[in-house]
């Protein structure tokens, strides 16, 4: 069993930064696969960013150069970088993770998740 919660969401103006956190518990073994997914009112789950237990990571064409995935084994922590936030960005956004090993941008892929946290991006 994963445990993951996420923090560090909030509201914040068009280009402006914020910091995703997801502190993980549980089986190291079913997270060899982590990554962020976001959904929006009214639109499906969508995956952001994936990273793999060798520190391989994936990105959606949408965010690729201004969204950073990272992870510190040391401390459990899932992060995401977010720079030059657009009004688009505005989402719940997850943390999920997986025993399968691979850079999968599908949320099916991912057995465990956690309860999200909201971006709100103003223009």
């Known amino acids: 069993q994963v445990q993951l919660v996420e923090s560090g969401g909030g509201s914040v103006q068009a280009g402006g930064s914020l910091r995703l956190s997801c502190v993980a518990s549980?089986?190291?073994?079913?997270?060899?696969?982590m990554g962020w997914f976001r959904q929006a009112p009214g639109k499906e789950r969508e995956g952001v960013a994936v990273?793999?237990?060798?520190?391989?990571?994936r990105y959606v064409d949408s965010v690729q150069g201004r969204f950073t995935i990272s992870k510190d084994k040391a401390k459990n922590t899932l992060y995401l970088q977010m720079n030059s936030l657009k009004p688009e960005d505005s989402a719940m956004y997850y943390c999920?993770?997986?025993?399968?090993?691979?850079?999968?941008?599908?949320?099916?892929?991912?057995?465990?998740w956690g309860p999200g946290t909201q971006v709100t991006v103003s223009s």
């Open positions: 990273i793999d237990i060798d520190g391989n990571t």
């Open positions: 549980g089986s190291t073994q079913s997270r060899k696969s």
């Open positions: 999920a993770a997986d025993r399968r090993y691979g850079l999968i941008l599908e949320s099916w892929a991912y057995a465990y």
